[in-house]
């Protein structure tokens, strides 16, 4: 995929993950608004982790990252029948391991939460926590089948529907939440699964495009079937072992985080999961929308020994990352109490609700930039079929944030602040350190990663950004955080910082602007000379 187009789909998925933060946000709001900080909504959040911790683990990011390069491949050498016939062994595979886990983890849920998850839950907590995390994890099944095939139609440069799929999720959670509301907090968990299935359905329909797509011919014979694809099978596992291990030490994370704030009050399992999916809003849009583009094309680009290819275009993504993630971190820091209040403030969401989540939300937001360009770098590694470097990272990331966290809460008890607000920050300081070792490690591999110009892309975005930060708080200082205050202070904001970056000579403004240029541009034509666009889904190139 050439530049122009990789960015024109960036920009599409980007929208179509905004849109799906939007639903998302939608339902937080719905869900949040009933339950607010409550116990209910801490068990929920709690029961979560193990359906979340095995798609992760075994049906979703390390699949994804060890199937897609290896699927890749066999398209980039226009063997597509190869392709799809390892893409149906391994959903049957998965799908049949993933019915086993999650019976085993059904029975076995009392001892996981009890010991494990939130040791401290009382007695009720913990059963409404088990009665939940059962439920959900037949959406963990259904997601392994759903996980591969957002895998299948990346490879094949079809964003959209992938990119659409999380949107539908949220409004199966969101039915849960009000047409299911009789239920209290286990209809939430019933339109986890019904958010599920439509996960999973949105997809189809670009499925079955694609295998209408004639191929062309292989030159190989049924006796070369087999073996090949036997030894395809066993590359993905072998790749996805050690990004098994990454992930895992990811959920850990997330794992230590809850079974530690567990113990830190009613609300602070809520309050801390509520400002992390507040976080992941800006970094989705930015980061996880680029990584989305960028990996199949640097994959193509490693399988076909392109370097120079390969390393310009992680250039270029990393960098955009960088002045994009750079001002949403500093408008998360500044202007995360009024965000909070007008997104979630009502009902059994109390001003009280909102001091503790935007308190770990300013945490949070220092860390957002790690966590954007460390979704880039590490696809870069994967599509080098290297993911031994980010597993070892992973795991002493892992290490570092429980030492952190344990330290930090410590520390913010002694300071008279909620102790949770440390736990926020163990994990933005362990993603930054994560991320820099891991560029570095990157930038050895890969000797045409252009570091010069990653700094000075750095430089320029932080410039911008305290520029923006003066502004916005001299406009607070004047004004106040009411509601107006505030969505005129994000304008100002995101005036005065790309104000700032073109008088600096950012090259990824710039970049930007062409791209808005050019696209505005084109409809224009297309409005006056041409026949109408093909639809972005059936024309993702």
């Not at 029948?81 to 893409?87: D, E, G, K």
């Not at 839950?121 to 939940?132: M, P, R, Y």
């Not at 959406?139 to 799929?165: C, K, R, Y």
């Amino acid at each position: 995929m050439k530049a122009r187009q990789l960015a024109r789909m960036a920009v599409i998925v980007g929208i179509a993950y905004v849109l799906s933060n939007l639903t998302g946000l939608g339902q937080r709001i719905i869900v949040t608004s009933r339950f607010g900080t409550s116990v209910e909504y801490d068990a929920f959040n709690a029961a979560f982790r193990i359906p979340d911790l095995l798609f992760s683990l075994l049906a979703g990011g390390a699949l994804a990252s060890a199937f897609i390069p290896t699927f890749t491949a066999r398209l980039s050498k226009n063997q597509q029948r190869s392709a799809w016939r390892l893409a149906m062994a391994v959903t049957a595979m998965v799908f049949a391991f993933m019915c086993i886990i999650a019976v085993i983890a059904a029975v076995l849920a009392p001892v996981i939460v009890r010991t494990v998850i939130a040791p401290g839950f009382d007695d009720a907590q913990v059963e409404l926590t088990v009665g939940l995390m059962r439920l959900m994890l037949i959406s963990t099944v259904i997601f392994a089948v759903s996980g591969l095939l957002m895998g299948v139609l990346q490879s094949n440069n079809s964003f959209l529907a992938p990119a659409l799929a999380p949107s539908i999720y949220n409004l199966g959670i969101v039915f849960g939440a009000t047409v299911l509301s009789g239920q209290g907090i286990y209809g939430v968990a019933t339109g986890v699964v019904l958010g599920a299935v439509l996960h999973l359905i949105v997809q189809l329909p670009a499925l079955i495009r694609l295998l209408r797509q004639p191929h062309p011919a292989e030159e190989q014979t049924s006796a070369e079937e087999q073996p090949q694809l036997r030894a395809d099978i066993r590359n993905v596992l072998r790749l996805m072992g050690p990004r098994v291990l990454g992930l895992g030490a990811v959920q850990v994370n997330l794992i230590v985080t809850v079974s530690l704030a567990s113990g830190m009050g009613a609300g602070a399992v809520s309050a801390l999961n509520i400002a992390f999916a507040t976080m992941i809003l800006p970094q989705a849009a930015i980061a996880q929308a680029i990584a989305t583009v960028l990996f199949p094309t640097i994959s193509a680009h490693a399988a076909r020994g392109e370097e120079a290819q390969f390393a310009r275009a992680l250039t270029r993504a990393i960098n955009v990352v960088i002045a994009l993630s750079t001002p949403a971190a500093i408008g998360l820091i500044l202007l995360g109490a009024p965000i909070i209040r007008i997104l979630f403030e009502r009902n059994s969401f109390t001003a009280q609700s909102t001091s503790a989540v935007a308190f770990a939300l300013a945490w949070y937001g220092v860390g957002l930039v790690g966590h954007s360009v460390l979704e880039v770098v590490t696809r870069g590694f994967y599509a080098l079929h290297d993911t031994a470097r980010p597993v070892i990272l992973s795991v002493a990331s892992m290490i570092a944030n429980v030492a952190l966290s344990l330290v930090l809460a410590a520390v913010f008890r002694g300071m008279d602040l909620p102790p949770f607000g440390g736990l926020a920050l163990a994990n933005s300081i362990a993603t930054g350190i994560e991320t820099a070792v891991l560029y570095a490690l990157l930038a050895q591999r890969v000797p045409g990663l252009d570091l010069k110009q990653t700094l000075v892309a750095a430089v320029k975005s932080s410039l911008a950004s305290a520029v923006m930060a003066m502004a916005i708080w001299v406009w607070l200082n004047f004004l106040g955080s009411g509601i107006v205050a505030a969505l005129f202070a994000i304008a100002v904001g995101i005036a005065v910082y790309f104000g700032v970056a073109w008088l600096l000579g950012s090259d990824e403004t710039e970049y930007a602007f062409a791209i808005v240029q050019s696209r505005l541009a084109r409809r224009r034509v297309v409005a006056t000379v041409s026949p109408p666009p093909v639809p972005a889904d059936e024309d993702p190139s």
